[in-house]
């Protein structure tokens, strides 16, 4: 099969097939996790501000419920379609479990382009949305949260629709919410600052400095551009930042708050012309100590893998990463810190908010980072082990934990 003809859903089997190729799995577990457990399709009808009215579709997969409810995000974005929003819930359930949460995978989106749609008539999506899938979603059942172009505010009106459906207050129906609706301290950036903190440790197995460590980022959104700013105020050399028109490169280390003003401004670009890259692509290219994907899937793939001139890859972003590379990658030496570890972060701290939810009660953002450090390291020093133990990648290290788990639960609960 072609590169072009694989799928992000294609990419997660062969994952799990390289994974249950060295340890021992039942068959129908195996099954179990190829297959979404439920998968809706959903169209609803949303009026315009002109007065006219657009039927929109929707979708939600919901990979597995064995360790707890599911639990993923919602985009917004013209191009959703069934295949991704399935292996993004797969992957949402191997990062839970990696990283020791009881909740499992879940994905949607809408489609749709929310640049071509005024405020209200994204919150009448939001609203609409949330009535279609009211009945197969819930604090118990399936806990929503934002992802690429949604966002605390589209949270907040899903949040009211299904507590108004309910009649009460339900705030654990969604994540990622505005904090006065019982949003959680430090959500925001932990999807980067998880990250962060795995870099950090990792430079310590090094013993390598900050301030000698050069970064490249290719994504300057919500996640790349935080990680940017907190490697920044932390001393590392972040020598290049992209985002879908500009690449920024400067070997000494570029200025990140001045990137920001850039970007804020509308136009990357605006940096400075001696700064900008021929092409955005050519971040990924460009010779580093640590590469970071933090946008789309599937950026690095067979056709330019051998470009690649990082010695580490993190993925913040899902899936960035195609399984032939990967292969290519392992011979070379170059090490990949897999998406379900990477950016396992965002969930760790969603998952905190559901819990503060419960509990009615909220800590500050200093407890909250204290317990999301503890749990990645954690859970990266178990993926070492595995590593060792299993002389494998560090992908396939981290789905063997999973899967493992995962087992670990559909046994304790009868499944086979």
């Known amino acids: ?207 390598m400095e900050a301030s000698s460590t050069s970064i490249a980022i290719q994504g300057f959104g919500n996640g790349g551009q935080i990680a940017a700013k907190l490697l920044y105020d932390l001393g590392f050399k972040v020598v290049a930042v992209s985002d879908s028109k500009t690449a920024l490169y400067d070997q000494n280390g570029l200025d990140i708050p001045k990137a920001q003003e850039a970007k804020e401004g509308g136009d990357l670009a605006s940096y400075g012309e001696d700064d900008c890259m021929s092409s955005p692509d050519d971040l990924l290219y460009v010779e580093t100590d640590i590469l970071i994907p933090a946008a789309l899937d599937g950026v690095i793939h067979e056709d330019n893998v051998k470009q690649i001139n990082a010695q580490l890859i993190v993925e913040l972003a899902n899936g960035p990463t195609t399984p032939a590379a990967e292969k290519v990658l392992v011979e070379q030496g170059i090490r990949v810190i897999p998406d379900i570890l990477a950016n396992s972060g965002g969930v760790i701290v969603s998952y905190l908010e559901t819990v503060q939810n419960q509990m009615n009660y909220y800590w500050e953002e200093e407890e909250i980072l204290k317990q999301l450090k503890g749990r990645i390291v954690t859970s990266y020093e178990k993926v070492v082990h595995h590593v060792e133990t299993y002389e494998t990648s560090y992908r396939t290290a981290a789905m063997i934990l999973a899967i493992e788990r995962l087992q670990e639960g559909m046994v304790a609960r009868g499944w086979v």
């Open 1 to 207: 099969m072609s590169q072009t003809e694989e799928t992000a859903y294609d990419h997660v089997i062969e994952q799990i097939e390289e994974a249950t190729k060295l340890i021992e799995i039942d068959p129908i577990i195996k099954d179990l996790l190829k297959t979404p457990k439920r998968v809706v399709h959903v169209s609803f009808p949303v009026e315009r501000d002109d007065g006219s009215t657009t039927l929109f579709q929707a979708y939600r997969s919901q990979h597995s419920d064995a360790l707890g409810p599911y639990k993923g995000g919602l985009r917004f974005h013209p191009e959703v379609d069934l295949e991704e929003t399935k292996a993004l819930s797969m992957w949402m359930s191997f990062k839970c479990a990696l990283v020791e949460i009881p909740q499992g995978g879940g994905k949607g989106g809408v489609v749709c382009d929310p640049n071509e749609l005024s405020e209200r008539e994204v919150r009448r999506v939001s609203r609409a949305f949330m009535e279609a899938m009211g009945d197969v979603v819930g604090p118990t059942q399936d806990i929503m949260a934002p992802d690429v172009n949604t966002n605390p505010t589209i949270m907040g009106y899903m949040m009211d629709t299904y507590s108004k459906r309910q009649s009460g207050f339900i705030p654990g129906i969604i994540t990622g919410k505005p904090l006065i609706l019982g949003g959680s301290e430090g959500r925001s950036q932990a999807t980067a600052q998880g990250a962060v903190y795995l870099i950090e440790r990792m430079l310590q197995d090094s013993n």
